[in-house]
Antibody, heavy 121, light 103 residues
């Protein structure tokens, strides 16, 4: 059974870079039919897609975050990572990683449990 | 960009009720529509993909329909564990969510 687990600092200072890693277990990240994505959810609000990465390193980013986001993949560790620079309080959210099916319809399944990252000095 | 609008934003119902949640797309998206359930403090869970295909393990009381710009999620015979927030999703855009709580 495929499982994803987010890890990284829970508290980040304003203007610094948020860094998270998602570890995939129970399956290979090097699949030709899936991307791997990051989604976030500010407290009490809806879901926002941040970006996605293919095992080859190909990435797609939300245009609204593109200037600050870098997503990378490490197939040797079965992990992919998120970096979000110049964070502000508006970046406080639960950050989820998920597998993204890329057939004609694109869906996220499964999801990691999520990690709350707070931006505060 | 395609915008997804869910209605209602919140809904109260009783155990055993039949409820329907609507998701509208700002332009035609064929059948490229998925539904998720999110319980408090938990990650979203895929319920339905490609408008009407039930994800493995999801009870058959959940169903989805629609095409183009109008889609629905129906729950027949609400169970206590169904009181949660539901999101629709098209590619990289999510609806704002519908919170279903107990009347």
């Amino acid at each position: 059974q495929l499982q994803l687990q987010e890890s990284g600092p829970r508290l980040v200072k304003p203007s610094e870079t948020l860094s998270l890693t998602c570890t995939v277990s129970g399956g290979s990240i090097s699949s030709s039919t899936y991307y791997w994505g990051w989604i976030r959810q500010p407290p009490g609000k809806g879901l926002e897609w941040i970006g996605s990465v293919f095992y080859s390193g190909t990435t797609y980013y939300n245009p609204s975050l593109k200037s600050r986001v870098t997503i990378s993949v490490d197939t040797s560790k079965n992990q992919f990572s998120l970096k979000l620079s110049s964070v502000t309080a508006a970046d406080t959210a639960v950050y989820y990683c998920a597998r993204l099916a890329v057939v004609s319809v694109r869906w996220f399944d499964p999801w990691g449990q999520g990690t709350l990252v707070t931006v505060s000095s | 960009d395609v915008q997804m609008t869910q209605s209602p934003s919140s809904l109260s119902a009783s155990v055993g009720d039949r409820v329907t949640i609507t998701c509208r797309a700002s332009q035609s998206i064929s059948n490229y529509l998925n539904w998720y359930q999110q319980r408090p403090g938990k990650a979203p869970k895929l319920l339905i993909y490609a408008t009407s295909s039930l994800q493995s393990g999801v009870p058959s009381r959940f169903s989805g329909s629609g095409s183009g710009t109008y889609f629905t999620l129906t729950i027949n015979g609400l169970q206590p564990e169904d009181f949660a927030t539901y999101f629709c999703q098209q590619t990289y855009t999510f609806g704002q969510g519908t919170k279903l709580d107990i009347k």
